[in-house]
């Protein structure tokens, strides 16, 4: 009897996966296609990064990473929240994953319970609201409009807030609205965290570097909720490297420890080479993402 499990019979294929599948199948047959679908920059991941890689191959990089990521490549990843966030973490804070959906994924099966309540804003990247099934927990969706530019108002957003209330998904530069918070609004919505101490914040900022109106902000920089904060990122979008599946998580400690357990018996570390080369992209001078805007 062909019988898989009810949490996979409850997931939903993911809809930019099926439309880049469909893209591709057109495009063999000939068919001039405009694929929309995956977030992809259509730039090549830079020459200095290649070369990381394939010194890395020589170098024999080619045994089992650190569950969590090479210090070397957390201590990049701390430099570069430094640098351009004026963030500070420590490299026991960094958990690196295979690209920020994983990252996603680890945080959101560390954190949320059986029937959790997560609040997502809409509109909103298609795997989230799978995500928090796969978890267990339930997808609170806020519906925005172009009144308020696709962005939660504080308001709303205490609104949806009930005690089962665990987390809050945001994401800004936003995936698919292009909508960016501003450093007002994310005080705003600071604020409100502040009256609710057991809410996490996952922050996915990996558009952190698509953003055409100004300085990037992120919810991590207040302090009061600091400690509730994670922050997803990678090198998929600002270096033009999505097929080397290198995210990462910045959190509190005993969140990072959490995403290590997990990730320890599932994936273990990620690709050895790939890390070398993310420790050449975080490592620059942040030069290549400002080419391709």
């Not at 308020?148 to 994401?171: G, H, S, V, W, Y």
């Not at 302090?223 to 990678?234: Q, T």
């Amino acid at each position: 009897m062909e019988k898989v499990s009810a949490r996979i019979a409850a997931l939903e294929e993911s809809q930019t996966i099926a439309m880049s599948k469909k893209s591709r199948e057109l495009t063999a047959q000939g068919i001039d296609v405009i694929n929309l679908s995956v977030g992809e920059p259509d730039f090549f991941t830079p020459d200095f990064v290649k070369e990381a890689a394939k010194k890395a191959i020589d170098l024999n990089y080619s045994f089992y990473s650190p569950v969590v990521g090479y210090k070397d490549l957390l201590g990049a990843i701390c430099g570069k929240l430094k640098r351009e966030n004026n963030l500070d973490y420590q490299p026991e804070q960094i958990v690196v994953s295979a690209g920020a959906k994983h990252s996603l994924s680890n945080v959101l099966m560390c954190v949320v319970d059986k029937d959790d309540e997560v609040i997502v804003p809409a509109p909103y990247w298609v795997s989230y609201v799978e995500l928090v099934k796969l978890a267990e927990g339930k997808n609170i969706v806020i519906e925005t409009s172009i009144d308020n530019d696709f962005k939660i108002t504080p308001k709303q957003f205490e609104a949806a807030i009930t005690p089962k209330t665990r987390a809050l998904m945001l994401c800004s530069p936003s995936n698919p609205s292009g909508s960016v918070y501003s450093f007002e609004e994310l005080k705003a919505i600071a604020q409100v965290l502040e009256k609710y101490p057991n809410i996490i914040v996952i922050s996915d900022e990996i558009y952190e570097h698509i953003n055409f109106v100004g300085k990037h902000e992120s919810i991590a920089q207040f302090d009061s909720i600091r400690d509730r904060v994670v922050i997803i990122n990678g090198v998929s979008k600002g270096y033009a490297m999505t097929g080397w599946r290198i995210g990462f998580s910045a959190s509190a400690r005993w969140i990072a420890k959490a995403c290590e357990k997990l990730q320890s018996q599932q994936t273990s570390g990620v690709c050895s080479i790939a890390q070398q080369a993310a420790i050449a992209a975080f490592n620059s001078d942040g030069e290549y993402p400002r080419q391709m805007r």
